[in-house]
């Protein structure tokens, strides 16, 4: 079973930026699919960024131009970069990945392996 660990979030002021970083465990390389999903406080789990081994990614309009999503083969981590954060990007951000992605890339329904999650907090 694949396990996965997120690493990297933090309190931030608005405007300011945080890198999460996902490691897979050792026995698995490159998951085929990856993203980054978070749990707002209040809101349902939605998906913010995802990638796949083929180099495709695809982001959530709030976050396009402010998130980049990618894959460090050298580290065997799956990194997110966020810059300009806002009160609004708060919350439990979880990495995730499946070897079949039976829905879209940033569909929670998609993804079969999860991390416990870390916390990014953003204060206005």
């Known amino acids: 079973q694949i396990q996965l660990r997120e690493s990297g979030g933090g309190s931030v002021q608005a405007g300011g930026s945080l890198t999460l970083s996902c490691t897979p465990s050792?026995?698995?390389?490159?998951?085929?699919?990856m993203a980054w999903l978070r749990q707002a406080p209040d809101k349902g789990l939605e998906g913010v960024a995802a990638y796949d081994i083929s180099g495709n990614t695809a982001y959530e309009d709030s976050v396009k131009g402010r998130f980049t999503i990618s894959r460090d083969a050298a580290r065997n981590t799956m990194d997110l970069q966020m810059i300009e954060l806002t009160p609004e990007d708060t919350g439990v951000y979880y990495c995730?990945?499946?070897?079949?992605?039976?829905?879209?890339?940033?569909?929670?329904?998609?993804?079969?392996?999860w991390g416990p999650g870390t916390q990014v907090t953003v204060a206005s």
């Open positions: 050792l026995h698995i390389i490159n998951p085929p699919f």
């Open positions: 995730a990945s499946t070897n079949f992605l039976l829905w879209g890339p940033l569909d929670r329904r998609s993804y079969e392996y």
